[in-house]
């Protein structure tokens, strides 16, 4: 990414946070701002509201506008920098498939053992069975001692 997009990207992202939290204070205003003078009513309404939210909200707008600022600079810094051109990324890639293919050829000789040593347990466990059917053929064959 060049630096001129990285730029426009920051500048773009900034603009749209403050304008959430502009929209957010204008709300605030609307809400809590002072009403226009009408006589009496004006005593009875300033009688329901806080003493002084005004001060209350410039701290937790500078927050929100700090904290918006902090992330602008940690989503710039998480950005691909300019010094990763497209030949060191080419390099990195040739890299990683090089590894990736000799894992390849280490998981298909692990995968090799594991199918030989498989069939030696079965040839094994098939020689077991064999012995086990030819002791019980010969035991039921041969007379047993009571007959003789």
Do not use: W
């Not at 426009?8 to 304008?19: D, G, H, P």
């Not at 390099?91 to 590894?99: D, G, I, M, N, T």
Request: glycine letters at 2%; charged letters at 20%; one cysteine or more.
């Amino acid at each position: 990414m060049s630096a001129s997009a990285r730029s426009e990207l920051c500048v773009l992202l900034l603009r749209v946070q403050l304008a959430d939290q502009f929209c957010n204070a204008i709300g605030v205003l609307q809400q809590f701002a002072p009403p226009a003078s009408f006589s009496n009513i004006q005593a009875a309404i300033n009688k329901d509201q806080p003493a002084n939210p005004t001060e209350e909200y410039a701290q937790l707008f500078a927050a929100l506008i700090a904290r918006t600022a902090k992330d602008v600079d940690v989503l710039i810094d998480s950005l691909p920098s300019e010094e990763s051109t497209a030949a060191l990324q080419a390099a990195s890639l040739r890299q990683l498939e090089e590894e990736n293919h000799e894992a390849a050829a280490r998981l298909e000789e692990v995968v090799f053992r594991g199918d030989m040593l498989l069939k030696r347990i079965q040839h094994a466990l098939a020689d077991i069975a064999q012995s086990q059917l030819r002791t019980r053929s010969g035991a039921n064959g041969q007379p047993s001692p009571a007959e003789s």
